[in-house]
C-alpha cells in the first residue's frame, strides 16, 4: 500500500522565466515525499521543460523558492544538488544526458568525476572508474561490447539506460526524471520502470515529467497536471480518469 514518508522536495510559489523573459512557471506548489511517485502530466510546452531545469539547479528561479528535507535549495548548482542525493535523468540525453563521443565508462562518471573515489585530484583513477562503469553496466543491463565502447554505438534504449544507471546506481534520496522512456523500445520501458518503482520501495521520492498518459498512469502515486505554467489539477492514482486528467491538460479541469 502506498505510504508515503517525509517531505523530500518542496516547491513554494516556484516561478520560472524561459529564454524570452516570458513567465514559463508561474508560482507553483507541490510536494515529493519519500516512497511515492509523483507525475506531471500535460502536453509539451506548458512550462515543465523550464520547471525540471529550475529543480535541478540548470536555470534560474525568478521567485519562490525550493527546499529538500527542509534545506533551502532554491539557488543551489547541479552539483550541489547531486552532492545532497538528488538524481537527474534529462529529457534529452543527446544533448545533456551524455556525451557521444565518450566511452561508456567516461559516461558514467560526467557527474561525479571530481570525487576523492574517481580522482586524486590531479588525474582520475581509471582502475576504480572501469571498476564502477563495469558494475553498472552489469546491474542495469546495458547492453554494450565493452565499457570502452563508445556512447554513440549504443541503442537509444542502453543509451538511455546507461544514463540511468549513473543516477541511480548511487545512493539517492530523490529522482527526478524527465521523459525517461521517450522513444524507447518496450523493453527498456519496462526495465526502466521497474527500475524507478524499486528504487520508491527502497524510499527513494520519484518525480516523473512525462507527456506519455499512460506511464503516469501506470507508476504514479499522485498526478499533477501542467498547464500553461500552472498546476491545472491533481489527482490520486487510482482515482483519476483519463476523462478528468485529460481535461486539466486542455485547461478545462475543475
Given at each position: 500500500?502506498?505510504?508515503p ?6 516547491a ?5 522565466v524561459n529564454e ?15 516512497s ?16 525540471v531545469?529550475a ?22 548548482s ?10 537527474h535523468?534529462?529529457?534529452?540525453r ?7 563521443e ?7 562518471i560526467l557527474d561525479c568525476?571530481?570525487?576523492k573515489?574517481?580522482s586524486?585530484?590531479?588525474t582520475?583513477r581509471?582502475?576504480?572508474?572501469y571498476r564502477?562503469a ?10 554494450t ?7 554513440d ?7 538511455q ?11 539517492i534520496k ?10 524507447l523500445?518496450?523493453g ?5 520502470h521497474?527500475r ?9 521520492g520519484?518525480l516523473?515529467?512525462?507527456?506519455e498518459?499512460?506511464?503516469i498512469l501506470s507508476?504514479c502515486?499522485?498526478?499533477l ?7 491545472a489539477g ?19 479541469g475543475p
Amino acid at each position: 500500500p502506498f505510504s508515503p514518508g517525509r517531505a523530500l522536495l518542496e516547491a513554494h510559489r516556484l516561478k520560472v522565466v524561459n529564454e524570452r523573459d516570458e513567465v514559463a512557471v508561474g508560482g507553483v506548489d507541490f510536494t515529493v515525499r519519500e516512497s511515492e511517485v509523483v507525475g506531471i502530466a500535460g502536453v509539451q510546452g506548458n512550462g515543465q521543460t523550464e520547471l525540471v531545469e529550475a529543480l535541478t539547479g540548470l536555470r534560474p528561479v525568478a521567485g519562490g523558492r525550493v527546499t529538500f528535507l527542509g534545506k533551502d535549495i532554491t539557488h543551489a548548482s547541479a552539483r550541489e544538488e547531486h552532492r545532497l542525493g538528488i538524481a537527474h535523468i534529462p529529457e534529452d540525453r543527446h544533448r545533456s544526458g551524455m556525451i557521444a563521443e565518450f566511452n561508456v565508462a567516461e559516461n558514467m562518471i560526467l557527474d561525479c568525476y571530481y570525487e576523492k573515489r574517481f580522482s586524486s585530484g590531479v588525474t582520475l583513477r581509471w582502475p576504480d572508474v572501469y571498476r564502477t562503469a563495469a558494475r553498472n553496466v552489469a546491474d542495469f543491463d546495458v547492453r554494450t561490447e565493452s565499457i570502452f565502447s563508445l556512447a554513440d554505438h549504443l541503442s537509444g534504449g542502453n543509451q538511455q539506460k546507461m544514463v540511468v544507471a549513473r543516477e541511480m546506481a548511487r545512493d539517492i534520496k530523490l529522482l527526478i526524471a524527465a521523459q525517461p522512456t521517450r522513444g524507447l523500445d518496450v523493453g527498456s520501458i519496462e526495465y526502466i520502470h521497474k527500475r524507478m518503482i524499486a528504487a520508491r520501495d527502497a524510499g527513494v521520492g520519484v518525480l516523473i515529467v512525462s507527456t506519455e498518459l499512460d506511464e503516469i498512469l501506470s507508476l504514479c502515486d499522485r498526478i499533477l497536471v501542467m498547464f500553461r505554467g500552472r498546476i491545472a489539477g491533481e489527482f490520486e492514482a487510482g482515482k483519476a480518469t483519463i476523462a478528468e486528467i485529460g481535461l486539466a491538460m486542455a485547461g478545462a479541469g475543475p
